[in-house]
């Protein structure tokens, strides 16, 4: 997981960098650490906003590792928190809404979510897995 973890922050770095041609900066603001890249508008600094997420994911796989009992549940949580991140995060970037005010990456992450949904519960709680009737 950290491998993971690490590799998106640093991808996450080159976003920072590259500025508005990236089209992952965030939506302007007026919090003391707007950052303007090049357009005199201080916006959200939302590739760092994720590297400090991905750095608290990597925090809770390392305390969780010895804990999760199920194969690739340590994956499994990532995938749930990485997904939730992304999902709430992308509504601060400009990529254009296709449905119900989500865009594209939005839309993967909720039929992600849906995807892991029955595994959350066992994963960050670890509650038994339910008995199929």
């Known amino acids: 997981m950290l491998p993971l973890c690490l ?3 640093i991808g996450r ?5 590259t500025g508005l041609a990236d089209h992952t900066y965030g939506s302007p603001t007026s919090l003391p650490w707007g950052v303007d890249f090049g357009d005199g508008i201080p916006r959200h600094p939302v590739p760092l906003y994720e590297i400090a997420v991905l750095a ?3 925090l809770w796989a390392l305390r969780r590792r010895t804990e ?3 194969r690739g549940d340590l994956f499994k949580g990532f995938m749930i928190a990485y997904l ?4 709430l995060i992308d509504f601060m970037k400009p990529d254009p809404a296709l ?3 989500l865009s594209a990456i939005q839309i993967a992450c909720l039929a992600g979510l849906v995807y892991y949904a029955r595994d959350a ?3 960050f709680f ?7 009737a």
């Open 126 to 132: 670890g509650a038994p897995e339910p008995v199929a």
């Open 99 to 101: 449905v119900l005010g």
């Open 56 to 58: 608290l994911i990597a």
């Open 68 to 70: 999760i009992a199920a």
């Open 7 to 9: 590799g998106i922050a």
């Open 13 to 17: 770095v080159g976003c920072f960098l």
């Open 121 to 123: 519960r066992r994963v």
């Open 84 to 87: 939730s991140w992304r999902l």
